[in-house]
């Protein structure tokens, strides 16, 4: 049985953090965490994190979405600006808990701890990045490498980089919209890409024309975005993990 919550923080300080999970109706040895983005767990995202998980499961793959929000103190869903300037304090203590969220995972009794998974979108594809040596397998939707001047971070301090923690067994793949104006491809893909590749990782990228950042647009570009990147990253982990 999976329990409802998983621990994250030391032995000082432990913390119980809620996690949803999609188990597939079969036998299974694989799993793939899911990071949500700054507006967390809120229309339409909690939509498209779910279907997510939904997809994942019926793939033979266990979902689990950790609400990384609720470590102590909590950052409200559906508020990016509570989010963005609590990104420079605490981005580390979050990529903690996804970190501490894989470790959990690798632990269940029916997962091979070698068959864990990472997906992350926007911010939480920043953080997964973070911590990219605790799986072999990751994929990044339309994830910032460095934060946009119009986002305010409520500091000058720049947030830059995929952090130390090199993979050099790291299979990655990078979903991005050609017409993101907000983390625009040159400024964040294309530098995430070089950085992976220049640690070793084998890198695939898919930059979808028309579509902007979330892929949410009701335009068909960005519903074709919705559909296909979700279709490749479910067939990624499924050919990968």
């Known amino acids: 049985m999976i329990p409802s919550t998983f621990q994250t923080g030391t032995d000082s300080s432990r913390e119980n953090i809620p996690w949803t999970f999609d188990e597939p109706a079969s036998a299974y040895d694989r799993a793939v965490v899911i990071a949500y983005g700054s507006d967390g767990l809120v229309s339409p995202w909690k939509a498209e994190i779910e279907n997510f998980a939904k997809k994942l499961a019926e793939a033979g793959i266990l979902a689990l979405t950790p609400d990384y929000f609720e470590v102590d103190p909590p950052t409200p869903h559906g508020s990016s600006e509570a989010a963005f300037t609590s990104i420079l304090p605490r981005n580390e203590q979050w990529a903690q808990v996804l ?133 490749d990253t479910i067939k990624f982990f499924a050919d990968h993990l």
């Open 99 to 231: 970190r501490d969220a894989v470790k959990a995972a690798k632990a269940l009794p029916k997962v091979d701890d070698s068959k864990v998974g990472l997906v992350g979108l926007s911010l939480g594809g920043f953080l997964a990045l973070q911590i990219r040596d605790s799986v072999n397998v990751l994929v990044e939707h339309y994830a910032p490498y460095r934060f946009p001047p119009n986002v305010d971070l409520g500091t000058e301090t720049p947030l830059i980089g995929l952090g130390p923690n090199k993979n050099p067994a790291l299979k990655a793949a990078i979903h991005h919209g050609k017409a993101d104006a907000l983390v625009p491809i040159s400024l964040n893909a294309s530098p995430i890409k070089a950085d992976l590749i220049a640690e070793g990782a084998t890198v695939t990228t898919t930059y979808y024309s028309g579509a902007g950042h979330g892929f949410q647009g009701t335009d068909a570009d960005s519903a074709t975005a919705r559909k296909e990147s979700l279709d």
